[in-house]
């Protein structure tokens, strides 16, 4: 039966014709069974059944036969060991330059100018004498006194350094009456007429202060209020020990309060431009506002400065 089945030409009607065309049939391919016919033949002779277009080609029928061959044991291949290459280092030898002999400048002899004697003219009788004209004083910071220990004694200052006031004065330019009163005045408030060098207040109030450069713990203590103007914080600090080179002055207040009390208060007035703005005949709260922030001890900031103005 088997063999007569394989002899069975199978021919399929083409949808919408009516008669049979023998592109479409296949001549290699046995009829199919039914599906359950087929899945009970052996599994080495069941047909594969394919999906087929609606029209399809020529010998697109055919049907496939796969036989079973059963689980495959693919061989296991040996391992390869690639053998490790060593490279070798290469050692780059030292060069050394030989060093350059020192050459050793000639001392040039120094030169004696002559000396160009003095000429004596002749006494014209009848002509007054003129005296000769006097050496021109040495204008130097510490011997220009631009306020005097009574000027200061009259503003309620007894425990300062005068020489070191008129230091500062002359070296931040601090030497025209509107400005040396509004500083003074200032200084006056702040330092209690100089009892204090140091700020009262803990200065814990300044931790966390960024606007300050307070951005350590521990910042706010450590650079509070220091000088006679109350320096305050890190950046300030920092400004000042460039500006001095001294880098001791960021050990802190303590420092700063003990060698620069005048110097500190000097510069942090010329880093903010306070000359010029005294120049421009600023009042003492445009002034306050500027060294304080705020408007804090205006009254006694005001009668310091009215005093000032009767003294400078």
């Known amino acids: 039966m088997f063999a007569a089945l394989l002899c069975v030409r ?3 009607r083409v949808p919408n014709f009516h008669q049979r065309i023998p592109q479409y ?11 359950e016919l087929e899945e009970s033949r052996p599994r080495h002779i069941q047909r594969v059944h394919r999906h087929h277009h609606r029209y399809p080609t020529r010998g697109a029928e055919e049907n496939v036969y796969v036989p079973f061959l059963g689980e495959v044991q693919l061989p296991t291949l040996p391992t390869i060991q690639l053998p490790k290459i060593e490279i070798p280092k290469i050692e780059i030898p030292k060069v050394t330059l030989p060093s350059l002999p020192s050459i050793q400048l000639p001392t040039l002899p120094s030169i004696q100018l002559p000396t160009v004697p003095s000429i004596q003219l002749p006494t014209i009788p009848g002509l007054p004498t003129i005296a000769p004209a006097a050496a021109a004083p040495d204008v130097t910071p510490a011997a220009t006194g631009i306020v005097n220990d009574d000027q200061m004694r009259r503003m309620g200052w007894t425990n300062y350094n005068l020489a070191d006031l008129n230091n500062c004065l002359n070296r931040f330019s601090i030497n025209t009456p509107p400005r040396i009163r509004h500083f003074i ?5 702040e330092s209690g007429n100089g009892r204090w060098t140091r700020e009262i207040a803990d200065g814990s109030a300044y931790n ?4 300050l450069g307070n951005t350590q ?4 203590p ?3 209020g220091a000088g006679y103007l109350q320096l305050t914080g890190r950046n300030n600090y920092q400004a000042f020990a460039n500006y ?6 960021m050990q802190g207040v303590n420092y700063v309060a003990d060698k620069y009390p005048w ?11 306070m000359n010029a703005l005294c120049d421009n005949g600023a009042s003492c709260n445009e002034v306050t506002r500027r060294v304080n922030g705020g408007y804090n001890g205006l009254a006694d900031r005001r009668a310091k400065y009215q005093l000032a103005c009767t003294i400078f």
């Open 25 to 35: 049939r296949s001549v290699r391919s046995p009829k199919l069974l039914p599906r």
């Open 222 to 224: 450590r650079f509070k």
């Open 185 to 189: 005045s200032q200084c006056s408030h």
């Open 263 to 273: 110097t500190c208060s000097g510069f942090w007035w010329m880093r903010n431009g």
């Open 244 to 249: 001095m080179n001294d880098q001791n002055i």
């Open 10 to 12: 199978q021919f399929r």
């Open 208 to 211: 966390g202060r960024y606007d």
């Open 217 to 220: 713990p521990g910042d706010g």
